[in-house]
């Protein structure tokens, strides 16, 4: 059975970087498409972006060129950095895998939160 | 600001049926498959439907889905305690290139 361990920093001050990294186990890599969603507090679910296993990605434009998603597929783990946080960024951060007939795999989230 | 707009909250007693609507676009629920989710707070959201009415293998089939030009629908069948949760309707949005979530109703067993 698949599962995706989750990792990063969980606070973070205005203007830094967020990382996050995720953990494939059980599974394959390819195949597959990796994605980071979110949920700010009281807010609903916002997808961040994904990747393939070929590199290719896609981001929500409305986080403006901050977002980039890698994947190192020899370890099958894929990583997720957003530049110069601010306080909007405040939220629990899901990994997810989306086999393209729907998410169906998801991590145990993390919480990051941007204060000063 | 979702694209997909769904009813903030939805109510019903025990073993009712209950439907939430999911409202999008050409760009996203008329051309792309339709999944929902279920989301308890604390916990990884759950897939529920996809591709517009299939349910994945043990989800209740108490959970139906259908789609129908630029709107789709959820409804739980036997209405349970345990349906308490929040549920988002989400596509793929070809203009934004980009997943998009609905904004999400909240089910309330009574």
């Known amino acids: 059975q698949v599962q995706l361990q989750q990792w990063g920093a969980g606070l973070l001050k205005p203007s830094e970087t967020l990382s996050l990294t995720c953990a494939v186990y059980?599974?394959?890599?390819?195949?597959?498409?990796w994605n980071w969603i979110r949920q700010p507090p009281g807010k609903g679910l916002e997808w961040v972006g994904e990747i393939d296993h070929n590199g290719r990605s896609n981001y929500n434009p409305s986080l403006k060129g901050r977002v980039t998603i890698s994947a190192d597929t020899s370890k099958s783990q894929f990583s997720l950095k957003v530049t110069s946080v601010t306080a909007a960024d405040t939220a629990v951060y899901f990994c997810?895998?989306?086999?393209?007939?729907?998410?169906?795999?998801w991590g145990r989230g993390t919480t990051v939160t941007v204060s000063s | 600001q979702s694209v997909l707009t769904q009813p903030p909250s939805v109510s019903g007693t025990p073993g009712q049926r209950v439907t939430i609507s999911c409202s999008g676009g050409?760009?996203?629920?008329?051309?792309?498959?339709v999944c929902w989710y279920q989301h308890l707070p604390g916990t990884a959201p759950k897939l529920l439907i996809y591709n517009n009415d299939q349910r994945p293998s043990g989800v209740p089939d108490r959970f139906s889905g259908s789609k129908s030009g630029t709107s789709a629908s959820l409804a739980i069948g036997g209405l349970r305690s345990e349906d308490e949760a929040d549920y988002y309707c989400a596509a793929w949005d070809d203009t934004l290139s980009g997943y998009v979530f609905g904004t999400g109703t909240k089910v309330t067993v009574l």
């Open positions: 050409s760009s996203n629920i008329e051309s792309n498959y």
């Open positions: 997810a895998r989306d086999g393209r007939n729907g998410i169906e795999v």
């Open positions: 059980g599974g394959s890599f390819s195949d597959y498409y």
